[in-house]
């Protein structure tokens, strides 16, 4: 079992979620006052004002944080006049005599800026001002209810790692990995009462020996029907026909992809044990490494991506490009996927939450969508609970939905489901 079991004691933070979501007590901040930014973005101009001297250089501000388009305007303004009253103006590249790339981020009680300066040769220096954060009254209309429906599509005995439902010809097919094998199942259209007959079996051959608490992806392909993902180990199907289907497997030690998306970013997988490292290859825009972490998931914004990654120490770590945001004390569990819908921001946050925190039963496990409108993650639903231990949750390849993999409870086999949201009344 991975260390995540040690964790989920406490029933406190779903508590407030749940306080916040009835409440709807979040707020959006999607200004502040005009006074406020221009002060702050002055206080920041004459910081770099001081490190630069006078001259020309390229002044570039990237929003990251979550005001909106008329406070960034507002702030732009206000710090090329105050870097023009310190003799400082902005011109193109060959033009200039350095860089300045100013980042507005924020963490949970501050918007944090930061500005980047590069003279000629000189080493890269960096100013720093902060301001409180300001709710302005207005409501997050993104708290209203949200429903998790669950499906069951699959039971066996042996551990599953993941599963994919696919439409191929001649109707649809059910891909389950193990350890062991990725195997294929047909649901003859007459057969209502939704068993599948195993079509194909593709065993996995590997030369490592795999840890004892084995986690494996399977994600489907475009051109090909799928790949696998196992510690030290990556495999490769062959034509997206049934028949004659073959798979190929090889040592590796490649990262694995964070999304289905083949060409997103990518992590190291520890070979030897059930986390992926921290290192990501490419980075996250500056960021180039995290803490090591069992999940990840993908929540688009305008303009930039929001990574959360549920971290092996417990926390939560929110990674926006520029800054790695932690969320320490909250009793959520290591499982984590990304879910589109037609509710709120568009895309949720699929959390898991150990028995004792869903319900006050250790051996029933529960999901819950969060929303992160501001960087705090607000309950957008209620939790959906198994009769049994959640042991994986992956995104689907559609993006639409997830994947939980459940070990009951009266006899230990392994089921999966596919979740999706829609949106409450």
């Not at 001002?129 to 499906?151: D, I």
Request: aromatic share 6%.
């Amino acid at each position: 079992m991975r260390a995540r079991e040690s964790s989920r004691t406490s029933s406190g933070l779903r508590l407030g979620w749940l306080i916040s979501f009835l409440v709807a007590a979040v707020l959006l901040p999607s200004s502040l006052c005009a006074s406020t930014l221009s002060d702050t973005a002055r206080q920041l101009g004459r910081k770099i004002a001081a490190a630069t001297g006078p001259g020309a250089v390229t002044l570039e501000v990237t929003n990251r944080s979550s005001l909106d388009e008329k406070s960034v305007r507002e702030v732009r303004s206000a710090l090329e006049a105050q870097l023009q009253s310190e003799g400082v103006h902005a011109a193109k590249a060959e033009q200039a005599i350095g860089t300045v790339e100013v980042v507005l981020s924020e963490s949970l009680r501050e918007y944090v800026w930061t500005a980047e300066i590069a003279i000629g040769s000189d080493e890269k220096k960096v100013a720093l001002v902060s301001v409180p954060r300001v709710a302005t009254g207005t409501p997050f209309t993104a708290a209203l209810p949200m429903v998790l429906k669950t499906t069951f599509l699959f039971a066996q005995e042996q551990p599953v790692l993941d599963a994919a439902l696919v439409e191929m010809p001649g109707g649809s097919r059910l891909l389950v990995l193990d350890g062991d094998r990725v195997a294929i199942y047909r649901q003859q259209p007459a057969n209502r009462a939704g068993r599948w007959d195993l079509e194909a079996s593709l065993p996995l051959a590997h030369s490592r020996a795999f840890p004892r608490d084995l986690r494996g992806r399977l994600l489907l392909r475009r051109d090909h029907l799928f790949d696998v993902y196992l510690p030290g180990t990556f495999c490769r199907s062959t034509a997206n026909a049934v028949a004659p289907l073959t798979i190929l497997c090889n040592d590796s030690d490649d990262p694995w992809p964070l999304t289905t998306d083949d060409g997103s970013v990518r992590a190291f997988f520890a070979a030897s044990r059930n986390f992926f490292t921290g290192a990501l290859s490419p980075g996250i825009g500056k960021v180039s490494n995290v803490p090591s972490f069992y999940a990840v998931a993908a929540l688009p914004r305008s303009g930039y991506t929001l990574w959360a990654f549920a971290a092996v120490d417990g926390s939560l770590h929110l990674v926006d490009g520029m800054t790695d945001q932690a969320i320490r004390g909250g009793k959520w569990g290591s499982d984590l996927a990304a879910v589109r819908s037609s509710c709120g921001t568009g895309t949720q946050l699929l959390v898991s939450e150990s028995g004792d925190l869903a319900s006050g039963n250790s051996e029933r496990d529960g999901l819950s969508a969060l929303e992160i409108p501001d960087r705090d993650p607000v309950a957008a639903s209620s939790a959906v609970e198994f009769d049994g231990r959640i042991v994986a949750l992956w995104s689907e390849s559609s993006g639409n939905g997830a994947t939980a993999i459940v070990r009951r409870n009266n006899r230990g086999w392994y089921e999966a489901y596919s979740i999706s949201i829609s949106c409450g009344n």
